[in-house]
């Protein structure tokens, strides 16, 4: 296998480490704000958006600065924290952690002029957070049976050695296209992982369709180890 070949399959291996996983919830989750400001802002519901009056109600409604009688400052610190147990095969860990943030600044600038039908001018601004995501969590255990090989095994049994093997002149990212276009998925994976030396076949011939293990051919066990900050 050329070296260039080599270099494009570990490089699409090491994307993957930058990957997350999403759940259906997490696009409600992410899309929905969460209320924070003032302590009276999130008391009420955010019911001072219509009032004003409120550091927090200015982001939401500008005129609520209109209510303010005199020049204010205010900031609204918020404390999260975190606790998370983690179990894998038997192994349970469990992680505490907290962070202090700043959820609301804002500050008002009243000027008045009693003389004038125009009597108040106010000048806002106003900061409030939306939304976070901070929290830690640490998984560990020892995996008896299964590892990366397992799955690239798992979809390469049945498909051809010919389909994954490369011929002269041809490149890892025109055959991967192809497999997708007119073989299937598993023939993609089958592909990636002889390709990347994490699985073999039995007998070098094209009509081979049995595959082993080249990454553990021993089925040793494996620890794994997943943090997440």
Do not use: W
């Not at 962070?99 to 804002?106: H, L, P």
């Amino acid at each position: 296998m050329k070296t260039k070949n080599i270099l494009i399959v570990l490089t699409l291996f090491l994307y993957t480490n930058l990957t997350l996983g999403q759940y259906i919830e997490d696009a409600l989750r992410y899309a929905r704000p969460q209320l924070k400001g003032t302590a009276r802002f999130v008391a009420l519901g955010g019911a001072f958006n219509a009032l004003g009056g409120d550091m927090s109600a200015i982001s939401e409604n500008p005129a609520a600065a209109a209510v303010f009688l005199h020049s204010e400052l205010g900031v609204s610190l918020n404390y999260t924290k975190n606790q998370i147990d983690a179990g894998y095969f038997n192994n349970f860990r469990n992680i505490n952690s907290g962070a202090t943030n700043i959820d609301q600044f804002g500050i008002v600038f009243v000027m008045t002029n009693g003389s004038s039908d125009f009597s108040k001018l106010s000048f806002a601004y106003n900061f409030k957070g939306d939304q976070r995501f901070d929290s830690k969590f640490n998984a560990y255990g020892v995996n008896p049976s299964k590892g990366i090989d397992d799955y690239f095994l798992s979809f390469a049994q049945g498909v051809r050695f010919v389909n994954i093997d490369l011929a002269v002149g041809e490149g890892v990212s025109n055959v991967y296209q192809y497999l997708g276009d007119n073989i299937g998925f598993d023939a993609q994976q089958a592909f990636l992982g002889y390709q990347s030396f994490i699985i073999n076949p039995l007998r070098e011939v094209s009509n081979n369709t049995d595959y082993n293990s080249a990454s553990n051919p021993q089925n040793k066990q494996f620890k794994s180890q997943f943090f997440c900050d």
